[in-house]
RNA sequence: GCGGAUGUGGUGAAAUUGGUAGACACGCUAGACUUAGGAUCUAGUGCCGAGAGGUGUGUGGGUUCGAGUCCCUUCAUCCGCACCA
């Protein structure tokens, strides 16, 4: 008597019903792929993920369930498809964790891997694990050292535009010297300590005075880069990590200083990977932020001469038309002639701003636009055309990583040098008569409109003829030359960590030299614990018995987080080749990825990196292509919902969100799983620590405590992790898949909200329903009527063209529209139902695979069975309902043959009684008639 | 300050090229069935209005027979950033 639902055949036990099947995929290897396949290649990629031991969150799923359901829609129509799936794991938490529990991040590392898997596996992906890769796994990080090797060995030719071997360059040395070509390969960076030299000089160089000379060249070279310092914990922190000069941990104070450390000379690849954006089929959002990040501006370096001192200074304009309004120069704090510029009356007040400005960080000099810092050297330069005395400035809104570190300060016409200017009463001479009302007492005029006034050969000629006009006199006179210049900075590649990719290198006294490709991967050692050493070295100096050829130190800082990351992509496709890093026929089978998914976080980072990588390994010859990702979904962060409880300052009393007015609370977070409905339960939150355990609640009158809430990215360490566990348990994975879809637009933010899932889970009992009648499992073999086949083929042509433009959400909508309608007209025809089956398993593959069972076919064959093709003939109608307008308002509609004329529809349209009442009795001005649309009667 | 987005019911959202605004769900209301239901089914549900009807896509304008969609203006919110000279 209880029976009728529990143990029917009509009851949709997703639970056994998936564990089937995912049982049935791993042992027959379903998704294993393979390069003999005759179909076209398609290479679907998702970004891996870090294994975080938070567990895999409902937000990863997200972009793995849209490209999962992509990649089997291709393989139904007919390519040979790549779906891999690896872990990116090396990284920093990993180490965090270690340095406070003493585990080695392997074991913690290893740990989450699995865990993630567990879940991976639960949701039905269609991935070829035997692909799978690890950024940690030494046979893995071999290549990733091997690529170093490669960046070392090579530099970037400008008369071909592309990488080389720096043997090449060797023997132009040798040959030719130094040219002044080569050197303006360079664009950032070191060029100011090299200067030209000839064959013979360089053959009367020291080894170690060439090695020096050859590092300005390398792709991958040591040199000096600004950080933010941490003496304290002994460890450069990113810009995040340090708030108001202290770390983020700990509080401790943070300098910027110069740091000698590998990068890598991304600023040669700038105007390439500028260029590489035109053609990829990507975001614009996400190409506008790397073009802002490559940031190519055109101006002029212009050199100032000196007033008492050798030299000049050397500064980087976009308006070399305003040169005449120069009343100052100002130099970035960091700068190297602020110590010789320096007079010694300013010695003191110098040395304080460039002190304090050495503490601010970078991200806060930016930030902070109001307040106006700056101190006068005491020294002058000299105007190259006026040769008027122009005083030297120092200010910390000049960056030293950015042009020269040195500006002309205009302040008519730039805007922070006006604030500049006005700030400490420096002069202010106006060259542009602007084309519009102004006011200088205002502001600058920055608009490049106006006549160009003040300024000796320039005067009468507009802004733009200016600029051209002042670069050819600067070059005529030698006073600097057109430059292009990019905000893009190389990249630093080494990090002060342990666990990272150890960079191939060992030292010779302070010269260092490559490990023998032969002899990779230099494996990351043992070390008794994960902090630096007492002495200041990274983690890997505390190797013990680490030494090349047991003589020469290794290199102690490690790689990137980013170094695994720009290049696994090739390696999916030959994963465990161990001659090179993908065999030449497998990158040449499938090409470059087709369909890259994944955050829209990774912007200017990842994506940056793993092009420039791309880049190069094509100039060497590793891979034909030249941009690894052809086209990119950036799927939405969903976010989680926080919940607080609110401490009484200094008590262990906590106040129901309704009524903590009154008292002075710190907001704690909470954790989840203890809050129902923003409601805390209290037994549960003294259980949950030891220092809560004699909590006291001040309640609500209801007599419940009410947690507040946020909505912020979910992270461990605000408790407010959702992971797809519990409701894959509940629901099952097809419908925590199509819920997934069904939120909204897949590259849309959202907070995570289970509200709705029931809708989804109840279209899927529906859709099993659909099979059964009379409690038992059945379809009808005759043909369906003609009702039947145009809701399947309007359907079809939907679900095609939903799939064909990313919009999953409107697929699942598609899919209940066609089970509603499905239900409502009945008949459950096999070759209705089969065809719904196999268009739905990209979205449900587990439940579509147990009908497709029932149904009779092998099992497991849905996997690669034809994708419905939408035929027109069965949605051609006789009749069309119009839906007429008076005046663009929608009235009544009326259903005419589709077959009438324009004029015969204006007719019937005229007759109708409804269009008498609305027409009030005038004549019709205007009558609009879009066949197969709409009608509008304009009175 | 710069750059990128987003504003549509109580909620998530839909509306592919300008053509019936709110599909599909959640929620809610009423009802049926049931010992019960996180089950199923039926009807309703943008707002105002008894109704006729009016009104409605952040604001204000414009183009158009017709605007959520195109143009201008303005407000709000979110995200990113390296004040880019």
Not at 53 to 79: E, M, N, Q, W
Not at 520 to 546: C, F, I, N, Q, S
Not at 649 to 667: I, L, P, R, W
Not at 723 to 739: H, I, K, Q, S
């Amino acid at each position: 008597m209880y029976l009728c639902a529990i143990n029917s055949p009509m009851e949709y036990r997703f639970q056994e019903i998936e564990k089937k099947w995912q049982h049935f995929w791993k042992i027959n290897q379903t998704y294993r792929v393979e390069e003999t396949s005759t179909k076209p290649p398609y290479y679907v990629l998702d970004m891996f993920p870090y294994p975080s031991g938070a567990g895999l969150h409902v937000g990863h799923p997200l972009g793995y369930i849209a490209s999962d359901i992509f990649a089997r829609y291709k393989k139904h129509t007919g390519f040979n498809v790549l779906h891999p799936m690896g872990y990116d794991s090396f990284g920093l938490p990993a180490e965090q964790y270690a340095i406070q529990t003493g585990q080695h991040p392997a074991k913690t590392t290893q740990e989450n891997i699995e865990r993630y898997r567990e879940q991976l596996d639960k949701l039905g992906f269609n991935y070829d694990w035997s692909r799978e890769i690890r950024t940690s796994s030494p046979a893995y990080y071999k290549w990733t050292q091997w690529i170093f090797i490669q960046l070392f060995n090579s530099w970037y030719n400008p008369t071909t535009n592309k990488a080389a071997s720096i043997d090449e360059l060797i023997k132009e040395f040798e040959q030719q010297g130094l040219s002044a070509v080569s050197l303006s390969a360079l664009h950032g960076g070191l060029e100011t300590e090299i200067t030209p030299f000839s064959a013979t000089e360089w053959v009367a160089f020291t080894a170690q005075k060439q090695q020096e000379i050859l590092m300005n060249f390398r792709l991958a070279y040591l040199g000096e880069s600004y950080v933010n310092w941490c003496p304290a914990l002994g460890t450069v922190l990113a810009n995040d990590e340090v708030v108001n000069g202290l770390s983020e941990r700990g509080g401790h104070p943070v300098e910027r200083k110069l740091l000698k450390q590998w990068s890598m000379r991304i600023t040669a690849y700038a105007q390439r990977l500028l260029d590489g954006l035109d053609h990829l089929d990507w975001f614009d959002s996400i190409k506008e932020t790397q073009r802002n990040w490559i940031g190519r501006s055109e101006g002029a370096s212009v050199h100032f001469p000196l007033l008492n001192h050798e030299g000049s200074i050397e500064v980087f304009t976009t308006r070399p038309d305003t040169l005449f309004g120069v009343s100052f120069l100002t130099l970035a704090p960091e700068h190297e002639l602020v110590t010789q510029l320096t007079t010694d009356e300013q010695s003191e007040a110098v040395a304080t701003y460039v002190s304090t400005s050495k503490n601010r960080s970078e991200r806060e000099r930016m930030a902070d636009v109001n307040t106006i810092s700056g101190v006068f050297t005491g020294s002058y330069a000299t105007h190259p055309f006026t040769k008027e005395p122009i005083p030297i400035w120092i200010g910390d809104y000049v960056l030293v990583g950015y042009g020269t570190g040195a500006v002309m300060a205009v302040p008519s016409h730039d805007e922070r040098d006006y604030k500049f200017a006005t700030y400490f009463s420096l002069a202010i001479k106006q060259v542009i008569r602007p084309s519009a009302a102004h006011d200088f007492n205002l502001g600058a005029w920055t608009e490049k409109t106006g006549t160009i006034i003040n300024s000796d050969f320039l005067d009468g000629l507009s802004v733009l003829e200016g600029v051209q006009r002042m670069i050819s006199a600067i070059s005529e006179h030698g006073h600097g030359s057109k430059r292009i210049n990019y905000r893009l900075r190389d990249a630093v590649f080494g990090r002060q960590r342990y666990w990272g990719e150890p960079i191939p290198v060992y030292f010779k006294g302070d010269t260092p030299y490559l490990i023998p490709a032969d002899q990779l991967p230099l494996d990351l050692p043992e070390v008794d614990k994960y902090l630096p050493t007492e002495d200041g070295d990274p983690p890997l100096g505390r190797a013990t018995h680490w030494k090349f050829n047991e003589v020469y130190e290794y290199e102690k800082s490690t790689m990137p987080g980013w170094a695994g990351s720009s290049w696994y992509f090739l390696r999916y496709l030959d994963p465990t080749n161990d001659q090179c890093l993908a065999s030449p026929e497998k990158i040449s089978y499938w090409g470059n990825v087709d369909l890259y998914m994944g955050g829209a976080e990774h912007a200017t980072g990842h994506l940056l990196y793993a092009r420039f990588w791309c880049k190069f390994l094509h100039d060497i010859g590793v891979v034909p292509f030249d941009e690894p990702f052809k086209k990119m979904i950036n799927q939405g962060m969903i976010l989680g919902r926080s919940s607080f409880v609110y401490r009484v300052v200094g008590q262990q009393t906590f106040v129901s969100a309704g009524m903590k007015d009154g008292y002075e609370t710190t907001a704690i977070h909470v954790d989840i799983s203890l809050v129902n409905n923003d409601e805390l339960d209290l037994e549960g939150f003294k259980a949950w620590r030891s220092e809560y355990k004699d909590a006291t609640f001040l309640l609500e009158p209801s007599g419940v405590y009410l947690c507040g809430y946020e909505v912020e990215k979910m992270s461990k360490s605000k408790y407010n992790v959702q992971t797809p566990d519990e409701l894959v348990d509940r629901f099952g994975a097809d419908t925590l898949r199509m819920y997934e879809m069904f939120l909204g637009p897949v590259e849309q933010s959202k907070p995570w909200d289970t509200k709705g899932i029931t809708g989804v889970h109840g279209f899927l009992k529906k859709y099993w329903r659909l099979f059964h009648l009379n409690g038992s499992f059945e379809v009808n073999e005759t043909t369906p009527t003609k009702e039947h086949f145009k809701i399947l083929h309007k359907t079809i042509r939907k679900i095609r063209e939903d799939l064909d433009r990313f919009s999953f959400n409107t697929g699942v909508s598609n899919f209940m529209i066609c089970v509603n309608e499905l239900t409502e007209v009945k008949g459950n025809y096999r070759e209705i139902l089969e065809q719904l089956t196999i268009l739905l398993s990209p979205y449900a593959p587990h439940i579509t695979e147990e009908i497709w069972e029932k149904l009779g076919h092998e099992p497991g064959s849905l996997y690669e069975v034809t994708y419905p093709e939408f035929n027109p003939d069965y949605l051609i109608e006789s009749e069309y309902e119009y839906p007429v307008s008076f005046n663009g308002k929608m009235r009544f509609k009326v259903t005419l043959p589709m077959a009438l004329t324009i004029e015969e529809i204006q007719a019937a349209i005229l007759s109708q009684p409804e269009t008498v009442k609305w027409i009030e009795g005038k004549v019709p001005k205007k009558f609009i008639v879009v066949p197969g649309k709409i009608v509008n009667v304009v009175i």
